[in-house]
Nanobody, 120 residues
Framework: QVQLVESGGGLVQAGGSLRLSCAASGRTFTWYAMGWFRQAPGKEREFVAVISWSGDTNYGNSVKGRFTISRDNAKNTMYLQMNSLKPEDTAVYYC??????????????WGQGTQVTVSS
């Protein structure tokens, strides 16, 4: 089992930045690829980004060039730096851990989610 807890969400104006964190506990953090998904009201869950245990990354088309995923294996923590935020980035952001980077990245373990709201 892997337990995941997200933090760092909030309200920000368009063009601003936020950094999300995902703290992991339980089984060995480095065994897993880690990623972010998001879900806006009335929409399907959308892939945002994934990072392998060694640091290889992949991003969804809508966030490429604006978001950066990273991980600190010593701290069992993953991050999502979100810059140039747009109102359409408003969603609940979920942290996930999975065995394979993919694509597609499939989460085996999930956090509870953190709300990100971008005002225009």
């Amino acid at each position: 089992q892997v337990q995941l807890v997200e933090s760092g969400g909030g309200l920000v104006q368009a063009g601003g930045s936020l950094r999300l964190s995902c703290a992991a506990s339980g089984r060995t953090f480095t065994w897993y690829a880690m990623g972010w998904f998001r879900q806006a009201p009335g929409k399907e869950r959308e892939f945002v980004a994934v990072i392998s245990w060694s640091g290889d990354t992949n991003y969804g088309n809508s966030v490429k060039g604006r978001f950066t995923i990273s991980r600190d294996n010593a701290k069992n923590t993953m991050y999502l730096q979100m810059n140039s935020l747009k109102p359409e980035d408003t969603a609940v952001y979920y942290c996930a851990a999975g065995r394979r980077v993919g694509p597609p990245f499939i989460g085996d373990y999930w956090g509870q989610g953190t709300q990100v709201t971008v005002s225009s």
